[in-house]
């Protein structure tokens, strides 16, 4: 019930185009939904990150969609860009009322943009 | 400026040398943890500290030993590595658990 399934492993997109990375939970329980993007030798670091009182945010490029029935999280990137090139890791939190549980993260998607 | 760091960044060992990757953050943070990364299984949590000589058990613990003396310090101790600890190592700290992670730049190992 803790795990985080992300999909697809890797993906491969032409400048320009989007980028959709997509997320599924079991555990109801979750209200922190965080995206980290990780380049090549470097550590992940956190990108964008929602709550399930929306089913939307967006920043820039990135949007996370948030479909609370699905249980199911998606990230887009629009007008994806060479630099965006890298591992994106989806994770998971829940609040237990006094203190929020560890993250639990997804397999990762490696997002390779051709120019 | 803010950040985790960890030693050494790339460890070639031979199976039963122990050893220890060091971890530490400048930014106060009570949580602190070590991930290894693998392909196709993502993030996965070793062990964790919420604080100064309280740690816990993550996901895949076995063959791992942890310290947390100082708040600041989190080495992750390998008594007798093994082939199947060859990985991607990351220290992440952030004030409370669940919080936004801040990772260090990772320490790969391989064990011969």
């Known amino acids: 019930q803790q795990q985080v399934k992300q999909s697809p492993q890797s993906l491969i997109v032409q400048k320009g185009g989007i980028s959709i990375i997509n997320c599924a939970y079991e555990n109801t329980a979750f209200d922190y939904f965080p995206w980290y993007q990780q380049f090549p030798g470097k550590g992940p670091a956190l990108l964008i990150a929602?709550?399930?009182?929306?089913s939307e945010k967006k920043e820039g490029r990135f949007t996370i969609s948030f479909n609370k029935s699905a249980k199911q999280f998606s990230l887009h990137i629009m007008d994806s860009q060479p630099g965006d090139s890298a591992t994106y890791f989806c994770a998971a939190a829940y609040y237990s009322g006094t203190s929020y549980g560890k993250l639990t993260f997804g397999q990762g998607t490696i997002l390779t943009v051709h120019p | 400026e803010a950040q985790v760091t960890q030693n050494p960044r790339y460890l070639i060992t031979v199976t039963g040398k122990k050893l220890t990757v060091t971890c530490s953050q400048n930014m106060n943070h009570e949580y602190m943890s070590w991930y290894r990364q693998d392909p196709g299984l993502g993030l996965r949590q070793i062990y964790y500290?919420?604080?100064?000589?309280?740690?816990d058990k993550g996901d895949v613990p076995e063959g791992y030993k942890v310290s947390r003396k100082e708040k600041r310090n989190f080495p992750l101790i390998l008594e007798s590595p093994s082939p199947n600890q060859t990985s991607l190592y990351f220290c992440?700290?952030?004030?409370?658990?669940?919080?936004?992670?801040?990772f260090g730049p990772g320490t790969r190992l391989l064990v011969l």
């Open positions: 500290s919420m604080n100064v000589e309280v740690t």
């Open positions: 992440a700290s952030s004030f409370y658990q669940g919080q936004t992670q801040y």
């Open positions: 929602i709550r399930p009182d929306v």
